[in-house]
T-cell receptor, first 114, second 114 residues
């Protein structure tokens, strides 16, 4: 299984809602990532988990809260988001965290904040 | 600061021709450089990785070159097909004290017409 799955595919939420994005991989990868991508822009790194520990947080606002319950699962908890947070949220995984480790991406969750 | 530059203009070519995409970088000394393909509304898909001591890498109709003196990588698709139409992203490892992660260029949109 060489797939990264993400749910839901689409999410519409109000600014006062709390929701979660889910990502799963069964490739035995030890690193997992969250990216945010706006239209016609490159993926922008948000968080990196390495061996289930948060290793990089790219100064992301606290209204985004990541969680890695186990090595196969990565969540992104959303609370009190702003309309400008509307974007495609991509999850990725890699074998390790080195230069030779290519990343496998999921299809993304299209988030709209009203 | 570290910068990755890719042709911002879309590249339109005729089927059967060779497409050449450029990735330039500044303030990096990467040991590896990666190329990804992204289709609209989907996550990027890994294509090729090239090491700093490799001048050229090939995979089927794809060829990547890496010139660390010019700080440039070229990505070629020979005998291009309409199915090659997509956005192509180059990626380098980020300069992060917290660990390893990828930094993506803005991507070049390629359109191959019959």
């Amino acid at each position: 299984d060489t797939e990264v799955t993400q749910t839901p595919k689409h999410l519409v939420m109000g600014m006062t809602n709390k929701k979660s994005l889910k990502c799963e991989q069964h490739m035995g990868h030890r690193a997992m990532y969250w990216y945010k991508q706006k239209a016609k822009k490159p993926p922008e790194l948000m968080f990196v988990y390495s061996y289930e520990k948060l290793s990089i947080n790219e100064s992301v606002p606290s209204r985004f809260s990541p969680e890695c319950p186990n090595s196969s699962l990565l969540n992104l908890h959303l609370h009190a988001l702003q309309p400008e947070d509307s974007a495609l949220y991509l999850c990725a995984s890699s074998q390790g965290v080195g230069g030779l480790d290519t990343q496998y991406f999921g299809p993304g969750t299209r988030l709209t904040v009203l | 600061s570290q910068k990755i530059e890719q042709n911002s203009e879309a590249l339109n070519i005729q089927e059967g021709k060779t497409a050449t995409l450029t990735c330039n970088y500044t303030n990096y000394s990467p040991a590896y450089l990666q190329w990804y393909r992204q289709d609209p509304g989907r996550g990027p898909v890994f294509l090729l990785l090239i090491r700093e001591n490799e001048k050229e890498k090939r995979k089927e109709r794809l060829k990547v070159t890496f010139d660390t003196t010019l700080k440039q990588s070229l990505f070629h698709i020979t005998a291009s097909q309409p199915a090659d139409s997509a956005t192509y992203l180059c990626a380098l490892d980020m300069n992060s004290n917290s660990g390893y992660a990828l930094n993506f260029g803005k991507g070049t949109s390629l359109l191959v017409t019959p």
